[in-house]
């Protein structure tokens, strides 16, 4: 799961240490220990030679046997103990016995614990004064009467030798705490290490988990997103992202409120849960304070989210009992708050800033989608009324111009001609295909074949009603030409008629200008323009001369 390099386990045991160091000592001495019987068995006693070959017989034994490690240490120290005990009783303190024992409590102290060196110290002088007094009383004497020595040389000898002891073991004592101490260090880092590397790899885990739970989160935010920008109503687009949002994020209600106007009113338009369901169309009034959430996310427009573990900052809902968190996002567009986005989960503190950061970009969409849905339906309305509008306005132009025009013509072997009674009774015979323009029937097409029996193909209706199309169209522009040439006439009437009116300043001369102008424009047999109230005893009156 993570790629952090091994960390080699530390671990010293000084027991196992111990052993180690015992066998390999052991071994040196075997090595050693047969040259060493070489190079003193021509000089030795006959018993001398006997206690070296058989603490060599035994050295090798206690060496590769599977023997236990108290064992081979007693015989260890044994080993050098006995050589110089057999040294002094030889040769007295003159010698190398001294050696021996010094040995035999060096390796005391690093073999067995603190008391092992004090009590080989203790053996140590107490077998040199038990040799002293025994040689000074005549109870022993040794081999070799130059090693006699006088009580004052046993004093000193004994001093001494227990003053270097001393100080061995005072030296090894240090080297042993030394050591430990710099075991222990070593040890107290590779164990800090090994907690830090602990919860580096917690860390990396919970890392890991938080990306793999934002991925997760990001791709149903799409999935989501991209579902609701598919819908095309309101209703439609409010209804699938209460859902989806529900189902993709295990939230158990999800609520959408709309706001009103003035924003004070939150209308409940969407809901997931069936409690919700039930309010949909009831209204929350907002009231204004930093206490109450929806007016906080209105006023910031930032989300706002609680759990039940924080009194304070929690906004309970009776009809929700199971709410242990919950988070209220604004639906902005252009600015503006038009709704909230409400969700709850029944975990605490189920909610956080990076989960506020997702949620409110789905909450933009869905808002944008909101928001180009409602400009769809208002374009969708806008289109249909100017459809029905210009429906209207086709039907009043075309029941205004077909009286003014020939109702009908024929084609007939002998040309075209018109029709000024023509029948629209469908008589069964030939095809009939209707002019229609802009959803309103301004004529229709009947074209018959030769023959009685001749039938239509179904190209040939549609190649018929595709020319019926275009002469509606064509139909159409001629009526929209003559119009525009109509209005153009008009234009130009009162164009002229206002040129010629403000030739001069005279009142009767203008009067008598329009009231002539407007006889000839409209070829009257009199036209009269009064100046004044109505109800006036006697007006001025033009009149047009006939």
């Given amino acids: 799961m993570n790629n952090l390099p091994s960390l080699t386990v530390f671990s010293f045991n000084y027991k196992s240490w111990r052993e180690s160091f015992i066998v390999g000592v052991l071994r040196v001495s075997s090595v050693l220990g047969a040259a060493l019987l070489a190079i003193s068995f021509p000089t030795a006693t006959f018993r001398d030679r006997a206690i070296f070959i058989v603490l060599y017989l035994a050295l090798l034994v206690i060496t590769f046997a599977p023997v236990e490690y108290k064992i081979r240490a007693f015989f260890l120290l044994a080993t050098p103990y006995v050589l110089g005990v057999n040294s002094i009783l030889a040769w007295g303190p003159w010698l190398d016995g001294s050696v021996f024992l010094i040995a035999f409590i060096a390796l005391s102290a690093l073999l067995f614990d603190e008391r092992g060196d004090l009590m080989a110290l203790g053996i140590s002088v107490f077998t040199l004064t038990v040799i002293a007094f025994l040689e000074q009383f005549d109870l022993i004497l040794p081999p070799n009467m130059l090693a006699a020595a006088t009580p004052l040389d046993w004093t000193a000898y004994t001093v001494d030798f227990a003053i270097v002891s001393a100080i061995l073991v005072f030296a090894v004592r240090l080297l042993k705490q030394g050591f430990s101490q710099v075991m222990q260090e ?43 920008a598919e819908q095309r109503g309101v209703i439609e687009v409010l209804e699938t992202a209460t859902r989806l949002v529900s189902e993709q994020f295990g939230y158990y209600h999800v609520g959408l409120y709309l706001l009103d106007e003035r924003k004070r009113v939150a209308f409940l338009q969407a809901s997931s849960s069936a409690e919700g369901k039930s309010r949909i169309g009831q209204g929350l009034r907002i009231e204004p304070g930093r206490f109450n959430p929806f ?159 001749a039938g239509w193909s179904e190209r040939e209706r549609v190649l018929v009603e595709k020319i019926a199309v275009q002469a509606a169209l064509a139909l159409e522009n001629s009526r929209l030409v003559e119009e525009t040439q109509k209005r153009a006439q008009r234009d130009q009437v009162v164009a002229n008629i206002s040129a010629r009116v403000r030739e001069t300043l005279d009142i009767e001369a203008v009067l008598r200008t329009a009231a002539t102008e407007l006889r000839k424009v409209f070829d009257l047999k009199e036209a009269e323009i009064s100046v004044g109230s109505l109800d006036a005893e006697k007006p001025q009156k033009q009149r047009g001369v006939p």
């Avoid at 917690?202 to 997760?216: G, H, K, L, M, Q």
């Avoid at 030939?430 to 023959?451: E, F, Y």
């Fill in 186 to 228: 070593a040890q107290n880092a590779v164990q800090a290490l090994k907690n830090e590397r602990a919860q580096l790899e917690n860390r990396v885990r919970e890392r890991t988990e938080e990306i793999e739970a934002r991925s997760a989160q990001l791709r149903s935010s799409a999935s989501i997103s991209n579902t609701i």
């Fill in 295 to 453: 007016y906080r996310v209105i006023e910031s427009k930032l989300p706002h989210f609680a759990s039940d573990d924080d009194p304070a900052n929690f906004f309970r809902d009776s009809g929700f009992p199971f709410t242990r968190s919950r988070m209220l996002l604004p639906l902005t567009v252009r600015g503006s708050v038009i709704g909230i986005l409400d969700l709850h989960a029944e975990q605490p503190r189920a909610f956080n800033n990076r989960d506020a950061e997702t949620f409110q970009t789905v909450a933009n969409l869905v808002a944008i989608s909101i928001e180009n849905a409602r400009l769809m339906e208002e374009t969708q309305n806008l289109a249909r009324q100017a459809e029905a509008q210009t429906s209207a306005q086709t039907r009043e132009n075309w029941t205004k111009f077909s009286p003014r025009q020939k109702p009908a013509y024929q084609y007939t072997p002998a040309g075209v001609r018109p029709l000024f009674n023509p029948n629209p009774k469908d008589d069964g015979e030939g095809l009939r295909v209707p002019l229609t323009l802009h959803g309103q029937n301004i004529g229709v097409i009947t074209i018959k074949r030769k023959g009685a029996n």
